[in-house]
Every structure is written in structure tokens, then in C-alpha cells.
């Protein structure tokens, strides 16, 4: 038996679409939890509607104090009463016979202690995984968490685990926050050497809302930052010392280009040793960051992206002698507000920056600057279509910090 567990926060406008996703499974032999974190709309008289029908599988639905979903899921996994934990989030659904091909994928490694669990992939589409097919041959490749990507296995994937591990690997929580990232449980389990079986199988549609924590990011992180700190403890421990400092002072750049020192480091909960040592990395970085802008001639910018890199820049603007006259993004247009602290956290500065679509006329500036994550080769061919001078931000910062 598998549980479906989901963890909700006023997504009644959506979830049922999931719930018929169930309805329609090849296979019933699943139980659906449902912990609702503190929802203030429909979602609790969807749910008890819902368990009095005839679904043909169990629902068990509990509601809560709004907590995050890391606390739900070990919440979720407390009431589990099936082999396999199967997270599938509120704005997502299921193929038809994900259920069942979840169930032959899992018996075939339920005995072996080894591996914890089992994985399908998550597509946009039926045809169209996020992240792609893998680049292995087989139907299946094992690995762990933290191997999969030399196998091509690239963005999120449909993870099935034991629930036992689970019950070994709780969330830690921290008191006052309510998000922490996920992979400071699937990296822990990976370390300590339980392999995934992945199969290149799309059994789990999603779209990643403007209201998910997809595309929070950073800005989750910042109001949680002993969750956040926590992970990158952990980060260390995978990838070196070196590594995390990088990661953590792209987390002290992203805060502290909206907060006077005094607010970041309060913000951050860190040392007083700490924000000192971040802060002469920050200066020193605004400083070089001023040079290359001097010495091309950039002094009028647009940029392309509006996620926490694109924030924290127009926030960092003023320190760098830049002047930015709009931004370019696909999911805002109109006006977009950034609020940044001077000096003292009472002190308050607004910047108001034009935001255009991808489709608009462009102003002339002297350049633009993709604030992406990633290298988008795409991206960047569109905008030297209108651009003489095209920047990757990644390019003048890489020395510095690693998003």
C-alpha cells in the first residue's frame, strides 16, 4: 500500500484536480493524507465533502496550525499506514496508473535495505519531464540523491520512499519558522549511502504556481535562516567548506543588498565575527562590481528576470552606480517595488522600476542584465536581438557566490 500525502495552504481553488487525478488511478490500493496547513478558504469543507463520497480509497485529513510543509510531512508520515510515502503537492496531479507503476517499481526493492525507495519523473506534460529523460539507457538506474545527476536526472523528480526511512529521518524544526528546504532530509539519507531506483517513466504532472514555493527561493530562506544555515552545515559536509561559504554568502548578498548591516546580520541570526568577515566579501564585490560597470560604460541598465538576484541588484543599484530603467520579465509587468533599508532599519528607500514583457519595445540602455539562476542560451539569443550588450550576471559574480 502507498500513501499519497499532500500538504495544503489555501489551495481549494486547484486540489481538486489532484483528488480526481486519484479517483481515476488503475489501482486503489493507496491512502490519501491530506494535512491542511492552516488554510483560511475552502480546503477543509472540500476535504470532509470528499471523504463521504465513494472514492474507493481512504482520505485522512487533518488541519493544523500553519507550520510549513516540512512539519506536515512529518506529521503526514506519523499517520501513514502504508510501506511507501509518496509527497504530491496540492497544485499537482497524477497519471492515470502512477499508483500502479509506483507499486512495481516498489516491490521489487521493498526487501532490500539499500535503497530508500523508488522514483518516477515529473513532466510539464505526459511527453514533457521537467528536466528530461536521464541519460542512461536501462529502464532504471540506481543511484542516490546526490548521484543522480550524472545519470541526467536534472530538476524534480516523483520520489517514492519507504516510510520507514522517514520515520529515521525527520525534519528538524526550528522554533518561529515554517520553511525549510526539503533536501536537507533527501541529502542526509544520500550521504548515508540509501540509493533511489530511478525510472524514466512521467507518472506526476505539475505547474509551478506563482503562489508555490518554487519560486520563493531565497526569500523563504531569509525569514528562516537557522532552517536555511542548517542546510548549508549540511552542504559542507557533501561538497566542501569552500562551497557553502559561497552559498551562504549568496544568502548574505541577497539580504543584505535590501538591509543595513545591522538589520542583515540581525536577520540572519549569525555572528557579529560572522557579518564581519561576509561584509568585507560584500564590499569588496560592490567595489569590483563598480569597476567592471565603469570600465565597460554601463551606467543605464535594463535587467532580465525579477526572482531574488534580480531584487537583491536593484536594491544593491545605488551602491553600484547604476541607474535601472526597467526590468523584463515573463510574469510581471506594470511597476515593480523594491524596499530597501539605509543606514538604519527605519530608514526606508522604494525603488520603483518599470517592468515590460518579453513581447514589448525596448528603451535603449547601455546594457542588460540577465539576473537568471541558470544560463539560458534562448533567452540570451532573444536579447541580442534588441541589445547591443548582453551581461550574465553570473558572470561578474561567480567569483563570489554560487545561487
Known sequence: MITVFTSTYNR???????????????????????????STDNTESLLFKWKNEEANFPIKYKKIKNGGKHKAINIGVSLSSADAFFIVDSDDFLVENAIEEAQTWFQAICEKPQ?????????????NPIGGWGTFSNAYID?????????????????????EILKKYPFPEFKGENFLTEAI??????????????????IYICDYLEDGLTHSGYA??????????????????????????KK??????????ANSFNACMDKMQISLECSQILEATYQQMILEMKKYFAEHNI????????????NAFIAASDNLNLNIKYAIDRRETGYHVAYCENITPKSLNVIKVPVYSPKSKFPPVDAVIITLKDYNEKIKIF????????VYWKDISLKYWID
Open 143 to 163: 543511484a542516490t540523491n546526490l548521484e543522480r545527476k550524472t545519470y541526467g536526472l536534472l530538476g524534480d523528480k516523483a520520489e517514492i520512499y519507504k516510510t
Open 248 to 257: 551562504k554568502f549568496g544568502f548574505y548578498f541577497v539580504s543584505r543588498s
Open 299 to 310: 551606467k543605464n541598465i535594463a535587467i532580465y528576470g525579477l526572482g531574488n538576484v534580480g
Open 185 to 202: 532530509v533527501w541529502d542526509r539519507i544520500a550521504i548515508d549511502g540509501f540509493k533511489i531506483r530511478w525510472y524514466q517513466k512521467i
Open 383 to 390: 536579447l541580442q536581438k534588441y541589445f547591443d550588450v548582453v
Open 220 to 245: 523563504k530562506s531569509i525569514k528562516n535562516p537557522k532552517g536555511y544555515l542548517a542546510y548549508l552545515n549540511l552542504i559542507s559536509q557533501i561538497y566542501g567548506k569552500e562551497y557553502a561559504d
Open 12 to 38: 481549494g481553488y486547484i486540489i481538486e484536480n489532484l483528488y480526481q487525478s486519484l479517483k481515476r488511478q488503475t489501482s486503489k490500493d493507496f491512502e490519501w493524507i491530506v494535512i491542511d496547513d492552516g
Open 115 to 127: 535503497y530508500a525507495g523508488v522514483s518516477g519523473l515529473r513532466g510539464y506534460t505526459k511527453d
